[in-house]
T-cell receptor, first 115, second 111 residues
């Protein structure tokens, strides 16, 4: 009963390094999302996908890239990490038939520190 | 674009007392509204949602929320708080297949 799984859960990077966060969901959901959570700012949408092979920008997309090559996976990449990208990252998914009313299912988060 | 405001950053309440968390939204059309709860170190869990019908919505863990279109509000309430309700609470509005979240309200429960 996995739901939404994020890997890795913790990572420390040096400025300029690259990395990829993987999100996997086993609920056959159409929509997938990447958020970042920072103190006092709630969750801000980075990128999202409304189906396999599609991606779109959210509120704070700069410095990140994403790919949705398989329906169950949504990858978030940092090409050149910056200290401002230190955050907790959450992946979420939602069923397509539910449209705007459907519940988001969240992963447990990935804590990234950029030194 | 939609937006959400949670005016209270932090609320402290005594165990057994009532709790009300405020949420105001901005959206031109019919909003889809949600409340989520996050316990420390965890992901977010849905408490309740509203998208049509009765404006008083019941959720899990004894929470309820009331949608007031005239005030653009969707306040969350619980009649009697338990120590396990200490957490961070997020209001969110859904539109265009995305959810926009407020900054959150941290609830501390004192014995």
């Amino acid at each position: 009963n996995a739901g939404v799984t994020q890997t890795p859960k913790f990572r420390v990077l040096k400025t300029g390094q690259s990395m990829t966060l993987l999100c996997a969901q086993d609920m056959n959901h159409e929509y997938m999302y990447w958020y970042r959570q920072d103190p006092g700012m709630g969750l801000r949408l980075i990128h999202y996908s409304v189906g396999e092979g599609t991606t779109a920008k959210g509120e704070v997309p700069d410095g990140y890239n994403v790919s949705r090559l398989k329906k169950q996976n949504f990858l978030l990449g940092l090409e050149s990490a910056a200290p401002s990208q230190t955050s907790v990252y959450f992946c979420a998914s939602r069923g397509g038939l539910a449209g705007n009313t459907g519940e988001l299912f969240f992963g447990e988060g990935s804590r990234l520190t950029v030194l | 674009a939609q937006s959400v405001t949670q005016p209270d950053i932090h609320i402290t309440v005594s165990e057994g007392a009532s709790l009300e968390l405020r949420c105001n939204y901005s959206y031109g059309a019919t909003p889809y509204l949600f409340w989520y709860v996050q316990s420390p170190g965890q992901g977010l869990q849905l408490l309740l949602k509203y998208f049509s019908g009765d404006t008083l919505v019941q959720g899990i863990k004894g929470f309820e929320a009331e949608f007031k279109r005239s005030q653009s509000s969707f306040n969350l309430r619980k009649p009697s708080v338990h120590w396990s309700d200490a957490a961070e609470y997020f209001c969110a509005v859904g539109a265009d297949y995305k959810l926009s979240f407020g900054a959150g309200t941290t609830v501390t429960v004192r014995a």
